[in-house]
């Protein structure tokens, strides 16, 4: 939901970004920060024969993570623009982008040591037969012994601040010009979904305008302001075990990822192909 106008309107000398470039934007502030699992990955990674796979790459915190540490690893998502934010920032690291979806990926000629499925992408395949799918693609393209670990957000803190109560402060960046802002603004547990909603912002500068001393924001037009909603399946680990189970994987015991003051803690699923 747009609720105010483009630059045009507006003044402001900066283009709006492609929908593209915006989608990037987004994921780099809302995802790109994340970094109390990287230790568990770069272990996994570090103890297994072979490549690596991430799916659900987005633009690559793991899987570039992980190359820079000498891995080969491959990097797989539905999105290309997200895709290509990996392909030109990997420098001389060695990660694959993968054009795929999760739920029916096919690789010929690769066979991966370990997958990994950071933060809670696999809740974003919201029914078992989506699960289902996407562990029966991820077990063939494991080498026999190979690891499949998965994250999943245990504890949620459902809270709606819609209405100016206080909540999680907004995380924001420049890009291109603009100041890309977004603030958590409700998390709500209902029917078996986490509904977990967003408010996002664009602002550009308004021409030589505004008093020094004054607070960024102020001097700062609003182009830009719409809700985002993701929507998550709340999956518990012995649900997700089980189904893994009938996938033909054996269970390992769990790993757990703390919290931290910004970020809710995962259980990390462990599943033996
Ligand atoms: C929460 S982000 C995680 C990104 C990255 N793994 C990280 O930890 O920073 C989820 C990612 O999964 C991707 N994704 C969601 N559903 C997918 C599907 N069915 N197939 C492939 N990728 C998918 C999205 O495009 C997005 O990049």
Do not use: K, N
């Amino acid at each position: 939901m747009v609720v105010s106008g483009a630059a045009a309107d507006t003044g402001i000398a900066t283009a709006l970004p492609s929908e593209a470039a915006s989608r990037l934007a987004w994921h780099d502030l809302e995802c790109g920060g994340y970094e109390a699992d990287l230790a568990l990955w770069r272990e996994l990674a570090a103890a297994q024969q072979g490549q690596v796979l991430e799916v659900g790459a987005g633009a690559g915190r793991v899987s570039l993570d992980l190359a820079r540490a000498g891995h080969a690893v491959t990097a797989l998502d539905h999105d290309r623009a997200l895709l290509s934010a990996i392909e030109s920032r990997r420098g001389g690291a060695v990660v694959q982008a993968a054009h795929a979806d999760a739920r029916s990926f096919s690789l010929p000629g690769c066979e991966f040591g370990l997958c990994v499925v950071p933060m809670h992408t696999i809740q974003l395949l919201r029914d078992r037969d989506q699960r289902g799918a996407f562990l029966r693609c991820a077990r063939t393209h494991l080498r026999r012994g190979g690891l499949l670990a998965c994250a999943i957000l245990t504890r949620v803190e459902p809270f709606d601040c819609r209405d100016g109560g206080v909540g999680p402060a907004a995380d924001s960046a420049h890009v291109d010009g603009l100041l890309y802002s977004s603030r958590p603004v409700r998390v709500e547990v209902r029917g078996g979904e986490i509904v977990i909603e967003r408010e996002r912002r664009i602002l550009g500068a308004r021409d030589g305008s505004g008093s020094v001393g004054e607070a960024e924001e102020e001097r700062m037009v609003e182009l830009v302001r719409q809700c985002d909603e993701a929507i998550l399946a709340q999956l518990r680990r012995a649900q997700l075990e089980r189904e893994a189970q009938a996938a033909g994987f054996q269970v390992e015991p769990a790993r757990a990822i703390a919290r931290t003051d910004e970020h809710v803690g995962s259980t990390v699923v462990m599943l033996r192909g």
